[in-house]
């Protein structure tokens, strides 16, 4: 790039080379006052031919080229070259004629570039160099044309002959490198430009490309056993995406129809076992009110009643299960004071407490929730029903509002035997008890914390267990406090 404008600044200076050649005779440059004149304001011809060049001229009267060369080869030591071109110098200096270069700082070549000039086969040597303008106090870069040829100055009308000369043409590079300054910004700009289209471009795309796979993913995210029904949105892209959406919701499809089969035979199948044994229950207590049972047969009687009624806990668990699996899990929502809501469980629980000497205390204010009495009650009766099972001797019932006053916390806490860290979360799972005997001597089928779950999932909270082994457990319950009314302190109970 630079080098083909430099090489259009060499045209030029050829050209103008050509020209002074052709002008120089009737530019009168030896007119001792034309300096002068040109300081004054005046525009003096010279300057008028050559306005953006700058022209120095050296004459070397009493030389020829071939003189020169010789007398060049000639001086073979450092010294005699030194003297050869001092001398040059000096009459360089005192021939000297100007034009827009200042004479008070001209230009001048170094040894090595005044040999080469002689020994150059065309004469002619292209330089960068700085140059002084007149009346200018800083050099400016520029190409020089440096030509040593005989040069006709005077009008050869006259009857002077041509005389060999130093003939120095020079352009300002300023130019160039304005325009090289110039078309690196535009560069650069364009690259920036580029740079953050391209970006631009790519974001936009590449969002446009995933957003539907977003709006998928966050469907599928929502989906659970809970919300089958649901189904994952299919945007019309017609490309994977859609078919990914639409094998989405057949999978759905397919699970929901096998959740629903299970559920609907665990429903069916407590349906149909409660007549029976209702019919089993009651005909053991006919036979024993109403016979006279031998002592052995009493007592089969009895084993047969109190299974039964295990059977109908069983029965009455396991519809309930079903129902909060299809969410029809209905929630009759009242407000609820924490304190009044857990003392009225312990005192229901009291004599069972009683009866195995553990202690029963709720701690906590009286703080209002919303929530369905009845069936958060049979939640907090079988977390205290565990606790009493595992043998604790003091059970806690606690209440506290968590720090933004937006979540009820309801927690059961006991001195009991402890559970392993493994088996936490797995106790939610239905029918999953510890392998420790007194779990199995209780009775219990296993089924209690899958429907506290349950109900407390219908709810919006989170049910929770922590436990030391050989320090005791914690249930936690964590329950939205939903809308209730702003109460002045005289209405609480
Ligand atoms: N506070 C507790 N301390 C020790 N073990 C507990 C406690 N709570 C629950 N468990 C264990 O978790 C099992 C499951 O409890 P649950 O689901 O209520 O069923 P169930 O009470 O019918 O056995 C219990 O059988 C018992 O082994
Ligand atoms: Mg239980």
Redesign the pocket.
């Known amino acids: 790039m630079r080098g083909s404008l430099v090489a259009g600044v060499d045209r030029q200076l050829q050209d103008t080379y050509v020209s002074l050649v052709r002008l120089a005779p009737s530019l009168n440059l030896h007119d001792p006052d034309r300096l002068d004149r040109e300081a004054n304001g005046e525009v003096v011809i010279s300057r008028y031919q050559f306005p953006d060049s700058f022209i120095q001229i050296e004459e070397l009267a009493f030389y020829d080229l071939p003189t020169l060369a010789t007398d060049l080869q000639n001086a073979t030591t450092p010294t005699m070259r030194g003297q050869l071109f001092k001398y040059l110098r000096d009459i360089q200096a005192v021939s000297r004629i100007t034009i827009a270069t200042d004479p008070d700082h001209p230009i001048e070549l170094t040894d090595a570039q005044l040999a080469a000039l002689i020994e150059a086969p065309d004469g002619q040597l292209k330089l960068n160099l700085p140059v002084r303008e007149r009346f200018r106090d800083t050099p400016t870069p520029m190409r020089v044309l440096v030509r040593l040829e005989p040069l006709q100055l005077k009008s050869a009308a006259l009857g002077s002959d041509p005389t060999l000369a130093v003939t120095y043409v020079a352009r300002s590079l300023g130019g160039i490198n304005n325009t090289l300054t110039n078309l690196q910004n535009v560069l650069l700009l364009l690259c920036a430009i580029g740079a953050v289209s391209a970006g631009t471009g790519a974001y936009l795309l590449a969002g446009q490309a995933l957003g539907p796979l977003r709006l998928v993913r966050r469907a599928a995210e929502r989906i659970g056993g809970e919300n089958l029904t649901e189904r994952v949105p299919v945007p019309a892209t017609g490309d994977e995406v859609e078919a990914l959406a639409q094998a989405l919701n057949g999978m759905l499809g397919r699970l929901e129809q096998s959740f629903e089969a299970q559920r609907r035979f665990t429903s069916d199948a407590s349906h149909e076992l409660r007549t029976p044994v209702t019919a089993i229950s009651g005909h053991a207590s006919y036979l024993l009110r109403r016979t006279n049972p031998t002592g052995q047969q009493a007592e089969s009687l009895k084993i047969i009643q109190s299974e039964s009624e295990r059977l109908t806990n069983l029965i009455a668990s396991l519809l309930q299960l079903a129902r909060s699996d299809s969410g029809a899990l209905v929630l009759n929502r009242a407000p609820i004071f924490s304190g009044l809501f857990l003392r009225e469980i312990a005192r229901e629980l009291a004599p069972l407490a009683q009866a195995q000497q553990t202690t029963l205390d709720v701690s906590g204010d009286d703080l209002p929730f919303e929530g369905d009495p009845d069936r958060l009650k049979q939640v907090i009766i079988?977390?205290v029903?565990?606790?009493l099972?595992?043998g604790?001797r003091t059970v806690t019932l606690g209440s506290t509002l968590d720090a933004a006053g937006q979540q009820m916390h309801l927690s059961?806490q006991?001195d009991?035997?402890?559970?392993p860290a493994d088996?936490l979360e797995r106790?939610?799972d239905r029918f999953?008890?510890?392998e420790?005997s007194?779990?199995r001597d209780?009775g219990?089928?296993?089924?209690?914390?899958?429907i506290?779950k349950g109900i407390v999932d219908a709810h919006g909270g989170r049910i929770w267990?922590e436990?030391d082994l050989g320090q005791?457990?914690t249930?936690h319950v964590q329950l939205p406090i939903g809308n209730v009314p702003v109460l002045d302190d005289d209405d609480v109970p």
């Open positions: 079988n977390l029903g565990n606790a099972k595992a604790a059961v006991d009991g035997p402890g559970i088996q106790l939610f999953y008890r510890l420790d007194r779990s209780q219990g089928a296993g089924l209690g914390l899958s506290a267990l436990s005791g457990t249930a």
